[in-house]
């Protein structure tokens, strides 16, 4: 049942003559003192006889949605109420409507039934509705369902106290007619007066429920194009509300297209096609969502032309020197349009360029939603013959055909999303820019970890090489440096890839992208930041959530100092045997200016001395006594005994440095 709702008087009173409908909405309204399920209360909302009656009669375990405005139980979900021997649902009903008219006291003299209904599923229930002097009560309704011998369900929507109508009617049908017309700017002529329908509507007046008697004026238009309604007062003329009662027909539909998920070299999937544009030509203008659906309104029944391309809000493919491809056909109302870019319709780097750079718009947007550099419709540029390169140009991303070096680049989403990603970086930075090396590694990590995969360019390469660049990689900065920003560019993409393995894909990414807006122009100062973007109290001397793991990724690529071990070789223990307990001293230097928690752990020959101890190391120089014991399975002669310190990272031991002396066992 679609119940639609009126506001209390007062609401209703400052409408005046405004046009209070959109066309094209529903009936949808405000709640009505009988409907306002927003008024929903708990069980000691309701009045105490009530209360008594429900326990006694209903049981144990039932649930009660209460109408703070007439104080009655609006729905009542029995768990333990059955029918008595050969009763029915109608018979239970009308012997409780007189109960209950002696509890509130309800009007329930004029009651009409409704509608009795079985369903397929063994549920059946009775409808009735109130009346008020012979006139239908809007939205007022009592109900009872039940499922074999089982009561499961009470409406009581009702306007209580046995009303009387108050004032009395003094506006005609007629009046009604021109009241509604000249609220909507209608034409008065064009309104049957016989189709004008009397209602008693439930407001609330000082408080109290109360019934007017109000005209409900209907505007139909040409083959029910225009069907809307407006409720008159029928003792001031005031309207009260006016709504539309069509329930529109739309074509309903998704954009879909054989795309490349990673590489143009394996077989294509079809995937859904984000934000696409579709058009019902004279109609309406509708765009998919993320799972590339659409709903498109169109006037009625009947069949339209529809035309879409390969362009929605975030993107816009183009073919170099080429027609943009464009679909075009019939939609009926009504009916499921589903709309395939297969390989027939569109080119594969179309299709992909598409695909990708929308998905990447929508993969940036969920992490940061305020981000708007990128929201307009970019230009996708494709298929640009003999050019063996992608760029991005400042507002649009372009992809090169292939030519000696690489195949169709638009048919790689490592490429898409890396170009893609300059526009973002280019955005976030505005006039400042980071160095060529950054921008190339920052595009080179979000293509890498959207793809969850460290090689970029798998599969494009023409002299048959695996892929084109790694991330995953132990370059170090300033050492590995060439002067070419995307080799630069691996030392920082290394990095974030390090910090993704220590922290997973989630943090790091939300990591990575925040501190861009600290706009480091190096490597090295973009380290800091990251720990800066990490930190959650202002204070980096007390270190940061993930700061530990963090310091051990950049400072295993040289960007930021690294624990050291500097203690000479200590003087050897005296010989020891099997289960003795041993000792000695490293020193350890901590070059940042906040404390560092520390793995230190041992190697003996060929298997572990039991010792693996976390310290803390502040800033500065400090003395830790590393203790354990001989292995009882260690064999009698000399063993070398490394130690070895580094950040402490669960995931990964990374030794930052190693000491070393000769144990000699007996």
Same mark, same amino acid.
């Given at each position: 049942m679609n119940l639609r709702f009126l506001p209390a008087i007062a609401i209703l009173a400052a409408i005046g003559s405004a046009h209070a409908f959109a066309p094209g909405r529903s009936d949808e309204r405000r709640p009505n003192a009988l409907n306002d399920f927003s008024a929903a209360e708990p069980l000691a909302s309701g009045s105490a006889v009530w209360r008594t009656w429900i326990d006694s009669e209903i049981g144990s375990g039932h649930r009660v949605v209460w109408n703070r405005h007439t104080g009655l139980a609006?729905?009542?979900?029995?768990?333990?109420?059955?029918?008595?021997?050969?009763?029915?649902?109608?018979?239970?009903?009308?012997?409780?409507?007189?109960?209950?008219?002696?509890? #509130?006291?309800?009007?329930? &003299?004029?009651?009409?039934?409704?509608?009795? @209904?079985?369903?397929?599923?063994?549920?059946?229930?009775?409808?009735?509705?109130?009346?008020?002097?012979?006139?239908?009560? @809007?939205?007022?309704?009592?109900?009872?369902?039940?499922?074999?011998?089982?009561?499961?369900?009470?409406?009581?929507?009702?306007?209580p106290n046995a009303p009387e109508l108050t004032p009395a009617q003094r506006i005609t049908s007629a009046q009604a007619v021109r009241i509604a017309a000249h609220h909507l700017g209608a034409d008065a002529n064009e309104i049957d007066t016989a189709s004008v329908e009397r209602l008693v509507v439930p407001v609330l007046d000082a408080g109290a429920v109360t019934p007017r008697l109000a005209l409900r004026v209907p505007i139909v238009g040409p083959r029910k194009m225009r069907n809307l309604r407006v409720l008159v007062d029928a003792a001031d003329g005031r309207v009260l509300d006016a709504w539309d009662a069509n329930r529109y027909i739309d074509v309903p539909g998704r954009i879909t297209g054989l795309v490349y998920p990673e590489y143009g070299i394996d077989p294509g999937v079809s995937a859904p096609l984000p934000h696409a544009k579709m058009e019902i030509v004279g109609q309406s203008v509708a765009y998919t969502d993320a799972d590339g659906f659409f709903t498109a309104p169109v006037d009625g029944p009947g069949s339209y032309t529809y035309k879409t391309k390969l362009r929605g809000l975030w993107a816009k493919a183009d073919e170099f020197l080429a027609i943009d491809p464009k679909r075009s056909g019939d939609a009926t109302a009504g009916d499921s349009l589903l709309v395939d870019w297969d390989g027939s319709k569109a080119e594969k780097d179309q299709r992909n360029g598409y695909y990708h750079a929308t998905q990447q718009h929508d993969f940036i947007k969920a992490i940061d939603p305020d981000f708007?550099?990128?929201?307009?419709?970019?230009?996708?540029?494709?298929?640009?013959?003999?050019?063996?390169?992608?760029?991005?140009?400042?507002f649009g991303i372009n992809f090169g055909a292939g030519r000696n070096l690489f195949r169709n680049l638009a048919e790689y989403s490592d490429v898409v999303l890396h170009e893609y990603t300059h526009g973002t970086t280019d955005r976030i930075y505005g006039f400042l820019q980071p160095s060529s090396a950054m921008h190339e590694g920052f595009s080179d990590y979000w293509a890498c970890t959207v793809n969850d995969d460290p090689q970029v360019g798998e599969g494009m390469m023409l002299n048959g090489d695996p892929y084109l660049r790694t991330i995953e990689n132990d370059k170090v900065y300033p050492d590995d440096l060439v002067g070419e920003g995307h080799i630069d560019g691996e030392i920082i993409a290394g990095a974030m890839w390090d910090t993704r393995l220590a922290l997973g894909a989630t943090s790091a990414d939300d990591i990575f992208h925040f501190a861009r807006y600290l706009k480091a122009k190096k490597m090295d100062v973009y380290a800091i930041d990251v720990l800066i973007t990490d930190d959650d109290d202002g204070n980096l001397l007390n270190g940061t959530p993930h700061g530990s793991r963090i310091h051990q990724a950049f400072s295993h690529h040289g960007l930021l100092?690294?624990?050291?071990?500097?203690?000479?070789?200590?003087?050897?223990?005296?010989?020891?045997?099997?289960? &003795? #307990?041993?000792?000695?001293?490293?020193?350890?230097?901590?070059?940042?200016?906040?404390?560092?928690?520390? &793995?230190?752990?041992?190697?003996?020959?060929?298997?572990?001395?039991?010792?693996?101890?976390?310290?803390?190391?502040?800033?500065?120089?400090?003395?830790?006594?590393?203790?354990?014991?001989?292995?009882?399975?260690? $064999?009698?002669?000399?063993?070398?005994?490394?130690?070895?310190?580094?950040?402490?990272? $669960? @995931?990964?031991?990374?030794?930052?440095?190693?000491?070393?002396f000769v144990l000699s066992i007996e």
């Open positions: 609006s729905r009542i979900y029995p768990q333990s109420t059955e029918l008595g021997r050969d009763q029915r649902v109608e018979d239970w009903l009308s012997e409780h409507l007189d109960t209950w008219a002696e509890l #509130a006291p309800l009007a329930v &003299d004029d009651l009409r039934l409704v509608s009795h @209904e079985h369903d397929a599923r063994g549920l059946e229930i009775v409808h009735l509705r109130q009346f008020v002097r012979g006139v239908p009560v @809007e939205d007022s309704h009592v109900g009872v369902a039940a499922r074999g011998r089982k009561i499961v369900w009470i409406a009581l929507d009702l306007i708007t550099g990128t929201d307009y419709q970019m230009n996708v540029r494709v298929g640009i013959g003999f050019m063996d390169n992608a760029f991005w140009d400042g100092d690294a624990i050291d071990l500097v203690l000479a070789v200590p003087e050897p223990p005296a010989p020891l045997s099997p289960g &003795d #307990a041993v000792s000695w001293e490293v020193e350890l230097s901590n070059g940042d200016a906040w404390d560092h928690a520390v &793995d230190i752990w041992v190697e003996a020959g060929p298997f572990l001395v039991e010792v693996d101890q976390d310290v803390v190391v502040p800033p500065g120089s400090s003395t830790v006594t590393v203790s354990g014991t001989v292995p009882a399975n260690a $064999p009698v002669g000399s063993i070398s005994v490394s130690t070895w310190a580094g950040i402490s990272a $669960p @995931e990964r031991h990374v030794p930052s440095a190693t000491t070393a």
